[in-house]
């Protein structure tokens, strides 16, 4: 697509539950990041991917917290058993030649 | 550890006028900055960036400064319009990384009014 694409927008979660946010980034691009912006806070680096190499997990805050991509394609940000301080904005960007990354929307988290 | 600072939250201008958003950094390991302009419910959109060898880049109405010396940075925007009002968020690189991964800055509000 002609952006990259977050889903869903807005997701309102209980505390314990897990959630699943999804990122589609632009066609071509290789580099996949995944950032949460928690309230007052810059934006946290979370995972990366490039192309098919093992990912840098270095940013996931604790184990309830996973990623996946297959390939080039689709990732999908899973978080298990929900805490209040997960509520935040995760923000998904991919990245093609140069240094600039192209951000998606975003998905707001509010975990109650 | 906050690598990347925008000690000021938010900043308001007349229109027309000048814009002056600063960033400081701690770590020197950092090759290249970018700046980020990010709307309410979207995502940041890049802006401006420069290279940790030059000490200025200029984009339209958008300057942005390098002082490696004092490890400091800063977005100058002339004239201000009021469509420039948003956030904006300082971004760094660390060298030689594999991840290209970009240590951002807390953000700073900037108000232009008219």
């Known amino acids: 697509g002609a952006g990259v694409s977050q889903s869903p927008s807005n997701k309102v979660t209980e505390k314990g539950k897990d959630v699943e946010l999804r990122c589609d980034p632009i066609s071509g691009h290789t580099a996949l990041y995944w950032y949460r912006q928690r309230l007052g806070q810059g934006l946290e680096f979370l995972i990366y991917?490039?192309?098919?190499?093992?990912?840098?997990k270095s940013g996931l805050p604790s184990d309830r917290f996973s990623a996946e991509r297959t390939g080039e394609s689709v990732s999908t940000l899973t978080i298990q058993r929900t805490q209040q301080e997960d509520s935040a904005v995760y923000l998904c960007?991919?990245?093609?030649?140069?240094?600039?990354?192209?951000f998606g929307s975003g998905t707001r988290l509010t975990v109650v | 550890d906050q690598q990347v600072k925008q000690n000021s939250p938010s900043l308001s201008v007349q229109e027309g006028r000048i814009s002056i958003l600063n960033c400081d950094y701690t770590n020197s390991m950092f090759d290249y900055f970018l700046w980020y302009k990010k709307y309410p419910a979207e995502g940041p959109t890049f802006l401006i960036s420069?290279?940790?060898?030059?000490d200025k880049n200029e984009d339209g109405r958008f300057t942005v400064f390098l002082n490696k010396s004092a490890k400091h940075l800063s977005l100058h925007i002339v004239p201000s319009q009021p469509g420039d009002s948003a956030v904006y968020f300082c971004?760094?690189?660390?060298?030689?990384?594999?991840?290209?991964?970009?240590?951002f800055g807390t953000g700073t509000l900037l108000a232009v009014q008219p």
């Open positions: 971004a760094a690189r660390v060298a030689g990384g594999a991840t290209n991964k970009l240590i």
């Open positions: 960007a991919s990245r093609g030649a140069n240094y600039g990354y192209t």
């Open positions: 420069i290279s940790s060898i030059k």
């Open positions: 991917f490039q192309g098919n190499s093992a990912p840098d």
